[in-house]
């Protein structure tokens, strides 16, 4: 299985692509991941790759080959939609957040992203941002947007939630485990 996550430094792509890789690994997979940070601490794209298989040689997933490609914002999905297979599916938080060019002025934020994705892509679009406000904390973002990926990977949801909790800070487990029933129950 090869995953693509993508988003803006801050959104939780790093701790995501961990959760993944160790729930794999606690299910007997062979697992390798990649994380590129580039411009992350300042809000700028974040790219982690989690790849998982009987064995598996290499963490970096390759233009067309991914099986999921989960977006925390749906720029960063257009930009990395290129690397989902022909017949991958694309998770994306329905949050927009302007980049750099945007923000400066020379740029304009695209107006119909999630339809043009739509268009050549199979698509699940959550609105991650607005659930975790919901529940109380926006950074949960991430384990929404999982939650509703983790119905493309073949683990139980007993798994995810164990891994999950193992894996973010104690005192968020509570909350982090709503935010993923959350997604996981969205359709």
Not at 25 to 39: F, P, R, T
Not at 125 to 139: Q, R, T, V, Y
């Amino acid at each position: 299985m090869d995953i693509m996550i993508v988003g803006v430094g801050g959104q939780g792509t790093l701790l995501t692509s961990r959760i993944i890789g160790k729930t794999a690994l606690a299910s007997g997979y062979d697992v390798k991941i990649s994380e590129v940070h580039g411009m992350a601490q300042r809000g700028g794209s974040v790219v982690t790759f989690v790849r998982y298989g009987e064995k598996v040689s290499e963490p970096i997933v390759e233009e067309g080959r991914a099986d999921l490609l989960i977006a925390f914002e749906k720029l960063e999905a257009a930009r990395y939609a290129h690397f989902l297979k022909k017949d991958g599916v694309l998770v994306v938080n329905d949050c927009k957040i302007d980049p750099m060019t945007v923000t400066i002025g020379v740029a304009e934020y695209p107006a119909a992203v999630l339809e043009d994705l739509k268009r050549e892509h199979t698509v699940y679009a959550i609105d991650g941002e607005n659930i975790a406000l919901a529940l109380g904390n926006s950074k949960v973002l991430n384990s929404v947007v999982l939650g509703l990926a983790a119905k493309h990977m073949e683990f139980e949801k007993e798994r995810w939630i164990e891994v999950l909790s193992a894996t973010v800070p104690q005192k968020t487990i509570e909350l982090n485990t709503k935010a993923f029933n959350a997604g996981y129950e969205k359709e």
